[in-house]
Each structure stands twice: as structure tokens, then as C-alpha cells.
């Protein structure tokens, strides 16, 4: 394989990843300076309503939510990566020649 090829793949990925990361996690570090807003105002003496409370706990249950799904898709990033990774080392040991079935193989 070229290795203009790999590092132009390289590059791809980690910008793909970047962008993602930050479409990932904006929503849920908007809702955490949210909630440490309120707690700020809590603690400087500002009494909150019933209702304010109820909406506070509303917005924890959906950052835990966010949070969870955040972890997950991280530990789904983490399994491809490892995967590829794989097929990258076993390119050298012949095992990604038998994956894809190409000219690489022949040429090993």
C-alpha cells in the first residue's frame, strides 16, 4: 500500500472523529453548565421553587441518558478502532490479504 494512501486515511479518521466528538459532546456540555448554573445560584443563597427542582431533576435524568449513550458510542469507537488496528497489523501478517481476497494477496 502506498503510504500516501494511509496516512491520507489516517487523516480522514481522526478528523472524522474529531468532528464527531464535538457533535457528540456539545449537547452534553451545554446541559452540564446548565446544571452547574442552577447549582451556583443554589449556593449563593437563591432559593429555588418546587417546580424549578423538578425541572433540575428532569434535566439530570437526561444528561445521565446523554451520558450513557455518550459511553456507549465511545465503547462502540473503541471496538472499530481495535479492529482496525487489526486489520492493519495482520496486512503485514498476511491475515487482511485473506479478508480481502485481492491482488494482495497474491503478491505476498
Known amino acids: 500500500m502506498d503510504p500516501y494512501t494511509a496516512w491520507g486515511m489516517i487523516f ?3 478528523m472524522v472523529l474529531i468532528v464527531g466528538g464535538f457533535v457528540v459532546s456539545f449537547p452534553v ?3 452540564l453548565g446548565n446544571l452547574i448554573e442552577e447549582w451556583i445560584r443554589e449556593r449563593q443563597g437563591v432559593r429555588l421553587e418546587q417546580g424549578q ?9 437526561q444528561l445521565r441518558g446523554a451520558l450513557d449513550s455518550l459511553h ?3 465503547t462502540l469507537l473503541g471496538e472499530r478502532q481495535e479492529f482496525v488496528e487489526n486489520l492493519i497489523e495482520g496486512r503485514h501478517g498476511g491475515r487482511a490479504d485473506q479478508l480481502t481476497g485481492g491482488d ?3 503478491e505476498s
Open 12 to 14: 480522514s479518521v481522526v
Open 29 to 31: 456540555v451545554r446541559r
Open 53 to 61: 427542582v423538578a425541572r433540575l431533576d428532569g434535566q439530570m435524568e
Open 72 to 74: 456507549a458510542q465511545v
Open 104 to 106: 494482495d494477496a497474491e
